[in-house]
Nanobody, 116 residues
Framework: QVQLVESGGGLVQAGGSLRLSCAVS????????IGWYRQAPGTQRELVAI???????TYGDSVKGRFSISRDNVNHIVSLQMNNVKPEDTAVYYC??????????WGQGTQVTVSA
């Protein structure tokens, strides 16, 4: 099993920055990929940024050039640096990991609200 706990959400003005963190615990060795998704009211959950096999990163089109994903393998933390945020970035942000057997794990989510 893998446990994921997000932190760092809150209210930020448009153009500002915010940093989210995801503390990972449990059987970290079974994780194939890990990263961030988000879901705004009335919309489907969408990819924000993830680490895939080989350490490569993938970003959603709407955040490319503004958001950056990083990880601390010693302390088992995956972070999302959000720069130049926009009102349309308002959503619940989820940390998610997928195991090598395609089991998906989710954190409880953290709310990010961007004011105009």
């Amino acid at each position: 099993q893998v446990q994921l706990v997000e932190s760092g959400g809150g209210l930020v003005q448009a153009g500002g920055s915010l940093r989210l963190s995801c503390a990972v615990s449990g059987k970290c060795g079974i994780i194939a990929d890990i990263g961030w998704y988000r879901q705004a009211p009335g919309t489907q959950r969408e990819l924000v940024a993830i680490f895939v096999s080989g350490g490569r990163t993938t970003y959603g089109d709407s955040v490319k050039g503004r958001f950056s994903i990083s990880r601390d393998n010693v302390n088992h933390i995956v972070s999302l640096q959000m720069n130049n945020v926009k009102p349309e970035d308002t959503a619940v942000y989820y940390c998610s990991a997928r195991s090598f057997w395609d089991t998906r794990y989710w954190g409880q989510g953290t709310q990010v609200t961007v004011s105009a």
